[in-house]
């Protein structure tokens, strides 16, 4: 299935993509995106060959794709357009491809944009056909007449965004009676200067100079003061600079929405724009403006001096010497480490092409045997918590993988300085460990060695491990679909020897060495039982270690969406015990984090357990005064400002039906504001009532759920979650006292 988008309304290409997502019940793991501007069109070709580890479909986007049009920008990559045209007529079919162009004509004459048309379908998102109903859909559930429609598009406009950014404003002022009135668009929409000021944000971000000019020219002319133009643009420039600061902190475009009380789509757009400015220039910038402000007021500026000065911006060009010359030092410290390490390789390889087979083998081989090896540990061992280490074993598993992976965090602004100076001396390590090894081979090497494949068998040795290590999984899984069964062993073997058979030829250039291969390969499958069998048996005791009470600084529990830490482990222990000899596979969730007093984590996350087989111990645990400071200190420290409570009533459906266990992701919350003494009293009528909690607050099966939410002391958006039950008397009065909306 392929897509072909494209026009200026990038709005209506968004929602477009929302409901291709919608209609294929895609999720954000089943999406991948690519910037063809600076992406090579091959790796996103590659990546929708390829098949979903996930789920049955997936979706691959190309944004960008100005090779579609006739414009020709600077610095763009040159697109290998002949590998586009063979994807169209062998597509994958079970990816959705799309490609995205910003861009109100396609040109025609390219072979490329008439083999898309013929294939995909295309959508052109110029202009919304009707007005009218495109607004009307903008309010959904909400009440405004036809007039009070008319008269909003007038004072807006037909810009999507700023029509879909003004609608959001007005809801929410409107969410009680859901009633949009002309005293509230009167009152709460943007005057004509908004709509100007956004649009000169944007011909000064695409350094549109002359438009720039002409529009700021326009707006002067009709009367609009200089000091409101400086007043809207140091607005826009604030929240360029807020979102782009508070992305690259680790805040996704959700919590920035919602910190800085705006839509996410204009968040969207803000860290776009943001790109375009190093932080240093926008805060420049900021200050400019206010020094600018200031000269204003005093009548120490005219306004053909902020003229030149938005001339200025409008011609900018990233000239900041200290996000360059750090760039240029990672750069080179990247360099010499993969150099370093590459080395090692071309040292004991005797060849070019022996060089290549073992550089790849090892670099991209050890990372599918790392996540091998977390795979069989998660299939055997109770309590492996998958997410927590393969992350950190992949990064880890190759100097490449590890400098690629960081290096792109460092691209992206997401790494503090903290991490930045931690990578720095991670990548003089490998650099230093990596020439005294290339040294030492080097000296050892015997020079009768030279025009064989390797100098040294240990390289040939590790790298047909790893391949036969790798096919033989493969095959197993494959055939035997994910099962570790007699089966899977049948397959593996075939897989492993053949795979380490193909491997001795490629390399000893026929097969002279059948024997010794198939030896290898052998070796490999039986490395992998062995493994795999020291996991089924647990030898080392790894599922049923707990660790010693004395040794232990605190512990974690997570279970429910509820998060408990624990000085005394007494009561955990006991419940740890109980799980790891009484085995049941309920689906139930619970995970353990112990912090050792040696400051290392002991982790372990189950999967499979049955909450109602430690309901006691459970309900202690959430009654539990440790459970009761938790709650308190998430509301003081966590909550302090942007204060708010929704509720979910989990047993009638939209449809009134009783449904109990109702999903938590059918549930639509409505939020209600409240002042701090509120919250709290909230809060406290709830820990009241928490000793007469049953299982019903640790099951699906409570019926009423509170969301709180706001904003803690480092700006960030954070939520809490509190499960009522009928006899919570005291929490249900305040509920209703303090008129919390109940959907």
Known sequence: MMYLLYG?????????????????????????????????LKEAIDDAETISFFHDKKAVILNQCTFLTTATKKGTLEQPIELLEEYIKHP?????????????????????????????????????????????????????????????????????????????????????????????????????????????????????????????????????????????????????????????????????????????????????????????????????????????????????TFVEYVNEISKYVECSVKPILKGYAFNLLILFALAAFSLIFMICAGSIFDLIISFFTFNAGIVLVQIINSSLCSYFLRGYPYDTYTGSLVNLSSPYWFAFTRFGDLLSGELSRRSEITLAIALLIITFLSLAASLALYRRRKSEKSGISYAYNFIYTVCGLIVGIIAAFGAGAIFAEGEISPLFWIFAAVGGVLAAITFGAINDRGFKSIKRSAVMGAISVVMLGTFAAMLATDCFGYSRRIPAADKIESVTMRFTGTEIAFKDPKTVLELHEKIVTESTDNGDYLSLDYTIKSGRHFVRNYTDISYSDYMPLLLKLYKSPEHIKKIRSSISDSIISNRSVSARDYTVTDEGKTAPGYSYEEAVYEETAVTEAQLKKLVEAYISDLPKATYKSITDECPLSLEISGVDKSHKYTYIYLKVEETFENTLAVIKELNVKIS
């Open 8 to 40: 200026k309304e990038e709005l209506l290409i968004q929602r477009k993509i929302e409901q291709i997502k919608k209609e294929n019940q895609l999720q954000d793991l089943d999406i991948n995106e690519y910037q063809m501007d600076t992406v090579s």
């Open 92 to 304: 994958n079919p079970s990816t959705i491809f799309i490609c995205v162009v910003a861009s109100e004509k396609l040109d025609e004459r390219k072979k490329i944009v008439k083999a898309l048309k013929k294939e995909a379908t295309v959508v052109e998102c110029n202009q919304v056909s009707n007005m009218n109903q495109f607004i009307q859909e903008l309010f959904k559930n909400y009440r405004i007449s036809k007039e009070d429609i008319n008269l909003f598009q007038k004072r807006v406009g037909n810009h999507l965004e700023l029509l879909e950014q003004e609608a959001e404003k007005l809801k929410i002022a409107a969410i009680e009676d859901k009633m949009i009135t002309t005293e509230l668009i009167d009152d709460l929409t943007v005057q004509t200067i908004d709509l100007d000021i956004f649009s000169l944000i944007e011909a000064i971000v695409n350094k549109q100079k002359e438009k720039a000019m002409t529009m700021l020219d326009e707006m002067i002319k009709r009367g609009e003061e200089p000091i409101m133009i400086l007043i809207m643009l140091a607005n826009q420039f604030r929240i360029i600079y807020q979102a782009k600061e508070l992305y690259q902190k680790g805040y996704t475009e959700k919590n920035i929405a919602s910190m800085l009380n705006i839509h996410p789509f204009r968040i969207k757009k803000a860290l776009e724009k943001g790109r375009m400015f190093p932080s240093d220039i926008l805060l420049t910038y900021l200050k400019q403006l206010a020094e600018l402000d200031y000269q204003i007021k005093n009548g120490e500026m005219n306004i053909n």
